[in-house]
């Protein structure tokens, strides 16, 4: 039976949100994971840093830089021991300086997804999909990556009813 995985990366703690810095419990990616599993049930893996990143804005902006000028895989805390029984992934992320963050790029590195279906979305504060959706296509060779969804990161609360238009576009409803 065809089965869907959530695969995402989302940082709490200090972030920008429309001209203020504040601290937040849960980060704006993993908000809008949990809204796709309020209207589809699906497996959830999420991608997390040895060594995350700083809790505080301006030092994780500049750890985040230098890890994508350095073209770096991340070590991630742990991976799925193999992703042959989906068929699709929805891949969640947040934009980091125009594309995703380094860490997702290690996920991807670490499977094939040739025949599989790639779904993007992209938490942003207004750079939308950035360069995402054509780095997803260079990285997973024979998947087919789907138009991905970008979402202002500063509203992800009410974001439910975009969620559900891209998920029923994409036959997942
Ligand atoms: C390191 C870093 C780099 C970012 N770069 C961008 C960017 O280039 N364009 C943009 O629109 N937003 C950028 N943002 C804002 C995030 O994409 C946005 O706040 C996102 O919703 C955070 O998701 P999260 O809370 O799930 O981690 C950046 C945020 C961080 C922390």
Excluded: H
């Amino acid at each position: 039976m065809a089965k869907t995985l959530i695969a995402f990366f989302s940082r709490a703690d200090e972030n920008y949100f429309g001209g203020s810095m504040r601290y937040i419990e849960v980060g704006n990616t993993e908000v809008a994971v949990g809204k796709i599993r309020e209207l589809i049930d699906t497996d959830v893996f999420k991608i997390e840093m040895k060594k995350p990143y700083s809790k505080e804005y301006n030092p994780c902006i500049n750890e985040a830089k230098a890890d994508k000028q350095a073209n770096a895989r991340p070590e991630l805390v742990s991976l799925p021991e193999s992703i042959d029984e989906y068929d699709t992934i929805i891949l969640a992320y947040p934009n980091y300086w125009g594309t995703m963050p380094m860490a997702v790029f290690t996920f991807l590195d670490a499977f094939s997804f040739s025949g599989k279906t790639i779904l993007p979305l992209c938490t942003n504060e207004g750079s939308g999909m950035g360069s995402s959706e054509g780095d997803i296509r260079k990285t997973c060779a024979g998947a087919d990556v789907k138009k991905g969804l970008p979402i202002n990161g500063s509203s992800v609360g009410s974001s439910k009813p975009q969620i559900e238009k891209w998920l029923q576009a994409n036959g997942l409803i």
